[in-house]
Nanobody
């Protein structure tokens, strides 16, 4: 099982980026998919999660209304559309997946992680 995150880069505050997470190796239709981030010197922060059961996505408070998580029909790619980016959104963004019924917003419950993609936001 591999997760490959991409799409990071440098953007000005107020701009947009779209991150992608491509999964391979197994059928990810039954997996919860999460995006989280970590900035230097800070703890990991939950960003968004796409539950496999069809429940509504959930978002961290700091990104609600600005970020959108989505998944393609084949369920092998998850995107994170990030709009109205702020300087404080700068971090390495990771995608991860899990198979069990553990709480979906708890990052430590995720079994499979991608390598991360850097997002830099300039003022």
């Amino acid at each position: 099982v591999q997760l490959q995150a991409s799409g990071g880069g440098l953007v000005q505050a107020g701009g947009s980026l779209r991150l992608s997470c491509a999964v391979s190796g197994r059928n990810f239709g039954a997996y919860d998919m999460i995006w989280f981030r970590q900035a230097p010197g800070k703890e990991r922060e939950f960003v968004a999660v796409m539950p496999w059961r069809g429940d509504r996505p959930r978002y961290g408070d700091s990104v609600k209304g600005r970020f959108t998580i989505s998944r393609n029909g084949a369920k092998d790619t998850v995107w994170l559309q990030m709009n109205s980016l702020k300087v404080e959104d700068a971090a390495v963004y990771y995608c991860a997946a899990k198979t069990d019924s553990a709480p979906i917003t708890e990052i430590s419950n995720y079994h499979y992680w991608g390598q991360g993609t850097q997002v830099t936001v300039s003022s």
